[in-house]
């Protein structure tokens, strides 16, 4: 059976392909930003409703900045687990307002509550200042999610997409090797977790998929200050010499994304160094599928799969 995108997605890809005509680094980067926002709001839908949204910063880099977050709560007057959620966007994008959807998706189809933090984007903010944001962001999390949140301590999970995945495993893979506080969950949706760009996934979906190999390079090269930091594993955590000890972990790759690969070698990694961890490969899907709620029925029955699993990894 040969492989096919999803027809509505192929539809979407029909009409992006025929007026992306522009090349990434020709766009400025707000109208970049405002072009993604607008993605993510346009294919969503109408919001799912929640028992409580709250908004507020939060102070990072020794309290010298603040960040926003925003809390999404789907049930009150019970303990719950809860997700911190980093978004994707290539470094460069993404924002609380691009991922509200999948937040609310993720919260109320798994019973948890979850924080989803705005780190700061290059390449006003280079590597690795926006991991230190979402390092702080859970420490944050781990104080006050408990005593303000109703939060169990004991099962927080922390997740994110694209970029936002990359920034999830580095996290992670440093906590262990700092000897902090693990999460008891790892969730990782079409992950960038090797920054050479060289898997053959690149190749094989490098223009026409929505995210060309193109502009993965682009961010990679606006994110980092050189190519010498590639092999950095807070860079590229596929290049961890060691993944022993990592909680439990679910990754979920796109058919048809050119970071397809090094999701799955990931996975197998994890597997080899005896961390609990399952894949999934949605055939039919590309790259920043999770948005379309709204627009391709398919991916509400995938969002049910994806957040059934965290559900799981985050039971008692």
């Given at each position: 059976?040969?492989?096919?995108?999803?027809?509505?997605?192929?539809?979407?890809?029909?009409?992006?392909?025929?007026?992306?005509?522009?090349?990434?680094k020709q766009i400025p980067v707000e109208a970049g930003r405002l072009a993604y926002e607008h993605y993510s709001i346009m294919q969503s839908g109408?919001?799912?409703?929640?028992?409580?949204?709250?908004?507020?910063?939060?102070?990072?880099?020794?309290?010298?900045?603040?960040?926003?977050?925003?809390?999404?709560?789907?049930?009150?007057?019970?303990?719950?687990?809860?997700?911190?959620?980093?978004?994707?966007?290539?470094?460069?994008?993404?924002?609380?307002?691009?991922?509200?959807?999948?937040?609310?998706?993720?919260?109320?189809?798994?019973?948890?509550?979850?924080?989803?933090?705005?780190?700061?984007?290059?390449?006003?903010?280079?590597?690795?200042?926006?991991?230190?944001?979402?390092?702080?962001?859970?420490?944050?999390?781990?104080?006050?999610?408990?005593?303000?949140?109703?939060?169990?301590?004991?099962?927080?999970?922390?997740?994110?997409?694209?970029?936002?995945?990359?920034?999830?495993?580095?996290?992670?893979?440093?906590?262990?090797?700092?000897?902090?506080?693990?999460?008891?969950?790892?969730?990782?949706?079409?992950?960038?977790?090797?920054?050479?760009?060289?898997?053959?996934?690149?190749?094989?979906?490098?223009?026409?998929?929505?995210?060309?190999?193109?502009?993965?390079?682009?961010?990679?090269?606006?994110?980092?200050?050189?190519?010498?930091?590639?092999?950095?594993?807070?860079?590229?955590?596929?290049?961890?010499?060691?993944?022993?000890?990592?909680?439990?972990?679910?990754?979920?790759?796109?058919?048809?994304?050119?970071?397809?690969?090094?999701?799955?070698?990931?996975?197998?990694?994890?597997?080899?160094?005896?961390?609990?961890?399952?894949?999934?490969?949605?055939?039919?899907?590309?790259?920043?599928?999770?948005?379309?709620?709204?627009?391709?029925?398919?991916?509400?029955?995938?969002?049910?799969?994806?957040?059934?699993r965290l559900k799981e990894g985050l039971s008692a």
């Open positions: 059976m040969t492989q096919k995108v999803n027809p509505q997605i192929q539809q979407f890809l029909d009409q992006f392909n025929a007026f992306m005509l522009t090349q990434p109408i919001p799912l409703r929640m028992s409580r949204v709250e908004d507020l910063t939060i102070p990072v880099s020794n309290g010298s900045e603040q960040i926003p977050v925003r809390i999404y709560t789907p049930q009150l007057g019970v303990q719950l687990p809860a997700l911190i959620y980093y978004h994707g966007g290539g470094w460069q994008r993404g924002s609380i307002t691009t991922h509200d959807s999948i937040c609310r998706n993720l919260a109320l189809k798994a019973n948890c509550i979850v924080m989803s933090v705005e780190w700061r984007l290059a390449p006003e903010h280079r590597f690795p200042i926006g991991l230190e944001d979402c390092w702080d962001a859970y420490h944050w999390f781990l104080e006050h999610g408990p005593k303000d949140y109703n939060v169990d301590p004991h099962r927080i999970a922390i997740g994110g997409d694209s970029a936002g995945g990359n920034m999830t495993a580095v996290t992670i893979q440093r906590l262990k090797n700092e000897n902090k506080h693990l999460p008891k969950f790892q969730l990782l949706l079409y992950a960038a977790l090797d920054l050479g760009c060289s898997m053959p996934s690149y190749a094989t979906y490098a223009d026409g998929y929505f995210l060309s190999a193109e502009h993965v390079q682009y961010y990679v090269d606006h994110y980092l200050h050189s190519r010498a930091e590639v092999d950095d594993p807070m860079a590229s955590p596929l290049r961890a010499k060691d993944l022993s000890g990592l909680p439990a972990t679910h990754i979920v790759t796109a058919g048809f994304d050119s970071l397809r690969d090094e999701g799955q070698a990931y996975y197998e990694k994890l597997k080899q160094f005896g961390v609990p961890a399952t894949y999934k490969c949605y055939e039919s899907m590309i790259h920043a599928f999770l948005h379309m709620t709204g627009t391709v029925p398919e991916v509400n029955q995938i969002i049910d799969e994806i957040a059934a």
